[in-house]
Structure formats: structure tokens, C-alpha cells
């Protein structure tokens, strides 16, 4: 009986341009526009005494302040440092604030990371109907895009660039 040579079969894949639509903000310059409001805030003179105080914990921003008005005041200076740092205020969530009856005025703010299903969906659904030929797939908390050409995924980003979605967007992880 005759031995057949061993062929060694690789199965070369045709990979396809593809990336993903993610909503995440650099939690570095979260905590530099939380330093920066620090900063100002012991500069400030009408907080000068006060025992207003602010808290980075994870994607969460909590607010104290002595009354309503140096809150609304401390809000106020975050929300600009957190714009200066190039970060979209779609990310920032601000709940509304407590007050005590004594007057101690507490807020939560908080960054939103990910892209939530029903965004996601809405995303995808949105894709579908530009009638371009490209494939949408939602991966846990981001939404691949794949096609067979690198222009219908350029045009893509385009159409999703245009429209206003309720989160901000970023495209990552293009692949040729």
C-alpha cells in the first residue's frame, strides 16, 4: 500500500475591512478636568471657607456644597473644564441635586461608558437603512461594522457622523 504525502491544507480566510462604533471617554482627562475644578475651586473667593468638595470614584462625580447656590456654581465649573478637555457633555449624565433641610446641597454626575442596547440597536438600525453593503453586529458594548469595501465603511462613518445620536460616538479598531 502506497503512503500519501502528508499536504498540509491552510484555509486562507478573506478578511474583510471592518470597525467599531464604541462610546468611551478617556478617564484620564475625566480626572484632569476633576483636578482642575479642585484648583479653582481653592482659588475661588466666594468659596473661600466653604466646605465645598468634589469626588472622582470610577465613572461617577459626586458634588457637595453648603447650599444650592455654590452647587449650582461648583456644576457650573466642572461642566466648562470637562467641555475644555474635549470630552462631549452627551457622555455626562447630571442627576438632580439633593437638598437637605438644613441646606447642604448634594449631586451626582455621571459618565456614561459603553454604548447601551437600545443605542446600539438604534445604531444598527440606522446602518441598515443607508442601504449600503455592510454588515452590522452589536459585541457587548460596541457595534461592528464589516463590508467588503473600504468606501461603503468610510460612507458609513459619514452617515453616522451626520446624525445626532443621543450618546457620543467614536470609531475604532479599523482593520484593512
Known amino acids: 500500500m502506497q503512503k500519501l504525502p502528508y499536504v498540509r491544507r491552510v484555509a486562507y480566510a478573506e478578511f474583510m475591512p471592518s470597525f467599531d462604533i464604541v462610546s468611551e471617554v478617556n478617564s484620564m482627562e475625566i ?105 452590522t453586529q452589536i459585541q457587548d458594548q460596541q457595534v461592528r461594522v464589516t463590508g467588503k469595501s473600504r468606501d461603503d465603511l468610510q460612507a458609513v462613518i459619514a452617515a453616522v457622523r451626520a446624525k445626532d445620536f443621543p450618546v457620543a460616538l467614536q470609531f475604532t479598531n479599523y482593520r484593512n
Not at 470610577?58 to 457650573?76: V, Y
Request: with cysteine; charged share 30%.
Open 31 to 135: 480626572e484632569n478636568a476633576v483636578n482642575l475644578t479642585r484648583k479653582e475651586l481653592a482659588r475661588r473667593f466666594d468659596f473661600k471657607g466653604s466646605n465645598a468638595e468634589i469626588l472622582l470614584e470610577k465613572n461617577e462625580i459626586k458634588l457637595s456644597a453648603e447650599d444650592q447656590f455654590k452647587l449650582k456654581a461648583l456644576t457650573e465649573i466642572l461642566i466648562a473644564n470637562i467641555a475644555r478637555r474635549h470630552i462631549s457633555l452627551k457622555s455626562v449624565e447630571q442627576c438632580d441635586p439633593e437638598v437637605s433641610p438644613l441646606g447642604h446641597a448634594r449631586q451626582l454626575i455621571k459618565i456614561k461608558q459603553g454604548l447601551a442596547t437600545e443605542v446600539a440597536k438604534e445604531v444598527t438600525g440606522f446602518i441598515r437603512g443607508t442601504k449600503l453593503k455592510v454588515t
